[in-house]
């Protein structure tokens, strides 16, 4: 094999793998096509010229000089089809280089490279073959030929400033790092080529040599630089990738504190809306049974009272005229004691009932405004009352009750929370044995209300959800239960809490904790 044809056949194999590489990876973008095509014509100008130095003879000289220079002049045309490419003027040929339009630098230049590969078909305008040629390298360039350097010379350097605009204005690291890439490959290509043709003569097979390993030299920088810049825009696709995902999911996390929080007020709301119809259904049952037990009552101690006047005076008169020895008057004082007894009794029951319809409305506060100064006690104990005949029959209840002031309050609520607190503990206890203790006290300006029990106790599990709606472990089945949700949702109404203590078969106190100052009255009165 000729020795000097080695680097054209190289530079071949080479430009021809990277153009098929480049058209596979990404061939959607435009660049690489671009480099594709020019690659390509490297190869086969490459090619061309391997197979006339290793292949042509002198009797064939000018069919081969003529079938390698028309394979060269695609080189030049690919190359400035690719530099547009890569410094971004093949989108903006209005622009001015060097006071010449990019659109009319194009025309002129392709026109220019077409015409002479069509001369040097058939004039020796471009090359001066000679009639007969001593070696296949007796290729001196014609009149055209040597003006092509300098003309080739000003296409670059229009060329350079072309890429030297596009590196001032690029937006990132990465553009400007592939621009320079290229800017250095194409340097190193006219280097190997200019030099040589200085250096040896053009057409000599050291010439020839030299400039197609430069050719193969460019081709890789070409590669390179896209290569890189490839892996550059896929990292800064991931980088915004990732800024999206992070910022995505910071939209998503407001988002759903947003949800969480109007879900919260919505149970909030639900909570306040079921206390408010309890409240209000429960009042407006309490005022009906008390007006339908008034007016009775009222007639019945009413007439009560006149009959027992009555009485006395029959009493009275009856013993003024009889004798007290006689049999009629014995009858007589024992129908009188058989009435007496019924009248006591009947005046015990009014009483009684009136004592009931008294706490029901104590436990209501229906005479009252919705919030006022109250005591406590009188609230614990109108419960306790309501309770004793039925939830806490058989149950002992010990009250331990202190000190304490009156406070600002909501009554009807409080007494709300009393009441599903003391039928919870009475729930929870069993057997004769059943004890409920009530104890009130005041610690360090707030007032402890302990409701402590000796039954089944709560599993330390379910302590942080007994205040949930719905929350119950009764038969193991779970039911709607609000009783201790409404009362954690009042006693926080009154800037209180609640506090739980309990083990499994000894029993649990609930401490409800109220402020004896609230403070939104501390804030008013400063």
């Not at 000018?62 to 190359?79: E, K, Q, Y």
């Not at 009188?336 to 209501?364: W, Y």
């Not at 609640?498 to 401490?511: A, C, H, L, N």
Request: hydrophobic fraction near 45%; include cysteine.
């Amino acid at each position: 094999m000729n020795l000097y044809a080695v680097p054209m056949l190289i530079s071949g194999i080479l430009c021809m793998l990277l153009a098929i590489v480049t058209w596979l990876f990404r061939r959607r973008e435009r660049i690489n096509r671009i480099f594709s095509f020019f690659t390509l014509a490297l190869a086969l100008d490459a090619f061309a010229f391997f197979a006339w130095f290793q292949f042509g003879t002198l009797e064939s000289i000018h069919t081969w000089m003529r079938l390698t220079f028309s394979a060269g002049f695609i080189v030049p045309a690919g190359l400035i089809l690719f530099f547009l490419a890569f410094t971004g003027y093949d989108k903006n040929l209005s622009a001015k280089i060097m006071g010449i339009r990019v659109k009319h630098f194009l025309i002129v230049t392709l026109t220019f490279i077409f015409i002479t590969a069509l001369l040097s078909q058939f004039t020796d305008l471009v090359n001066k073959i000679p009639e007969n040629p001593q070696h296949i390298w007796d290729t001196p360039a014609g009149p055209l030929g040597i003006l092509m350097l300098p003309i080739f010379a000003l296409i670059f350097l229009y060329l350079f400033t072309m890429a030297y605009k596009s590196y001032r204005k690029a937006e990132s690291l990465a553009q400007q790092r592939f621009i320079l890439i290229l800017i250095i490959g194409t340097s190193l290509w006219i280097l190997f080529g200019y030099v040589g043709a200085l250096a040896f003569p053009v057409g000599s097979k050291t010439w020839s040599a030299i400039s197609y390993l430069g050719t193969g030299i460019m081709a890789v920088f070409y590669f390179v630089a896209i290569v890189n810049f490839q892996s550059d825009k896929v990292h800064a696709l991931n980088i915004g990738l990732e800024e999206k995902v992070a910022e995505r999911t910071r939209e998503l996390s407001e988002k759903n504190i947003e949800l969480e929080d109007a879900f919260n007020q919505l149970k909030e709301m639900q909570k306040q809306i079921i206390v408010q119809e309890k409240m209000a259904s429960l009042g407006q049952l309490v005022a009906g049974l008390t007006h339908e037990f008034n007016t009775p009552i009222g007639a019945m101690r009413s007439m009560q009272s006149t009959k027992s006047k009555a009485l006395k005076r029959l009493e009275k008169t009856l013993a003024d005229g009889h004798s007290a020895n006689s049999a009629d008057s014995r009858e007589i004082n024992k129908m009188m004691k058989v009435i007496s007894d019924a009248d006591q009794l009947i005046d015990e029951g009014t009483g009684r009932l009136h004592g009931i319809i008294e706490n029901l409305k104590n436990f209501v506060r229906l005479d009252e405004s919705e919030t006022v100064k109250a005591d406590i006690h009188d609230g614990i104990e109108s419960v306790l009352s309501l309770l004793e005949s039925d939830i806490l029959k058989g149950i002992q209840v010990t009250r331990n009750y202190g000190v304490v002031p009156e406070i600002l309050s909501q009554p009807r609520k409080l007494n709300q929370v009393y009441l599903n607190i003391i039928k919870n503990a009475a729930q929870a206890t069993t057997g004769k044995n059943g004890r409920i203790t009530v104890t009130t006290v005041l610690q360090e300006n707030s007032i402890h209300i302990s409701i402590r029990d000796n039954g089944k106790g709560i599993e330390q599990k379910d302590l942080t959800a007994i205040f949930e709606p719905g929350f119950t472990t009764k038969n193991a089945i779970v039911r709607a239960r609000l009783g201790l949700a409404i009362s954690l949702q009042i006693v926080q109404e009154h800037q209180g809490s609640i506090q739980v203590d309990s083990e499994p078969g000894k029993g649990s106190v609930f401490t409800i904790i109220l402020p004896v100052e609230p403070l939104q009255d501390a804030h008013a009165e400063n």
